[in-house]
């Protein structure tokens, strides 16, 4: 375990504000809500907050700057989301064309930022109830999934929701649900568990996101709604701009994962 | 027990339309979402969107109508939200102006309207876990009162929470809590429990909004955020017109209480 893991949110933020830190964020600062970020110009705003609200599981809404502000003022009212995740990405017309480590000279007058609870989160409580993260043991990024499940849509946005997955034994599989009720800020409870044909993934070893885990002879693949669901929007939508976080690489807020648990 | 009691929310929101309902809706359709209305045109919709996201004590969105559209597609596709809750109030320039039966000829292209859990809801669950409702009892509204609780500012929208008002014997308050924690998209657990100074009530028996009730000796009054925060928001941000529910003529939904409660 790395040092940084000791370190408070603001002190991680630092570190990635001052170009020390690029990897994921998974097991960072636990006990701290993560969050994905999606960046829109105010005219979409509406439309995508709205899009929010009707696919909470996908998209649960932790913070929303006012237009033009690039600081989360309930979330983390020390942060600056230009500069305070390790790896950001440029969508274009719906296109993917640059990964970057700060987006300073593309925050514009207009820009929203939009934070949206995230599956690490509640990897903790999981762990604590002695459900182990196999992408934490294989050291890599949670694999990500498109799926067949539409999301609900809004106005101009629509398109596929995307889950990330985690393999366990069938014994956890009722304690995973249990613990993971308790968030519905950071994605609830699962949407899937077992076949991935279901819900339209054909190949659980190529993850459209993220990287491929080992899942052990027994072992069931549980599926969670993934707050990289408006990436995969936005390539449907094809916004002028949009910017997000590169999958796995999270904004760290103030807020407590207990502060949030409904009971 | 009037028989209304008994029928579907289509049926019940069809005598509303057809003018054979205008009380409040306390205790009909059991088992089912209320919602209280706020329709706003849309170029406050972002902001007041971002209210409710900041707010979701008082403010848990159930549903968002697209602009200029009048039915709540995820909550309610056979209603009319121009005639289907039994009062409306009209604010223009933040000042009630008009109670009336139908709205119809005030929705424009641009309106928006908005859907929130409404504590009505929760008190079929609190009832089935024997904590009676006096205002049920004394055949009233509940009542409702500002406080000096700050709603989350934002954009234009700020003001006080407005929250309602339930007396119980203490032993019942602890069951209280748990119960309604089960249902964060109906208000959730209450804000407060006894000393009404201490959230700025000075006189439980002058409510601001709805009827007052009998406190009975020992009883402790619980508090919950009210879904009526918005009309006490309107006021201060005096938008030109803004439509809202009567207190206690509320929406009902086709959805089923328990398949929101959180776990």
Sequence with gaps: MNIIN?????????????????????????????ANLA???????????????????????????????????????????????????IYRDGIL????????????????????????TFEEALINNGIPMRHNEENCNVPMYRTSIPA?????????TVVSMRPMPEKDVIRAVQV????????GAPVHIGNPEGIGIR????????????????E??????????PQAIAMHVKPEIMITHAPGHMFITDLKTEEIGVI
């Excluded at 000791?6 to 998974?26: A, C, D, F, M, V």
């Excluded at 600081?71 to 500069?83: G, K, Y």
């Excluded at 190949?203 to 027994?218: A, H, I, R």
């Excluded at 693949?221 to 669901?229: D, L, R």
Aim: net charge negative; charged share 25%.
């Design 203 to 218: 190949d659980l070893s190529q993850p459209d996101f993220g990287d491929c885990v080992t899942v052990k002879e027994g």
């Design 180 to 187: 993971t009720s308790r968030f519905p800020s950071v994605h």
């Design 6 to 34: 000791q370190q408070s949110p603001r002190e991680i933020r630092q570190l990635i504000r001052n170009g020390e830190w690029h990897k994921p964020t998974s097991s960072l600062a636990n006990g701290f809500i993560q």
């Design 220 to 229: 069931v693949p549980v599926f969670w709604a993934c707050g990289v669901t």
């Design 152 to 160: 609900v849509k809004a106005g101009r946005f629509e398109g596929p």
């Design 39 to 89: 960046v829109l110009p105010k005219e979409m705003a509406f439309e995508f907050l709205l899009f929010c609200q009707r696919n909470p599981k996908s998209c649960p809404l932790i913070d929303v700057t006012e237009p033009g502000s690039f600081i989360p003022e309930l979330s983390a009212p020390t942060a600056d989301l230009r500069t305070d995740l390790p790896k950001y990405r």
């Design 97 to 120: 064309t640059e990964e970057r480590d700060q987006i300073t000279d593309l925050w514009t007058d207009d820009m929203v930022g939009f934070l949206i609870g995230c599956s690490f």
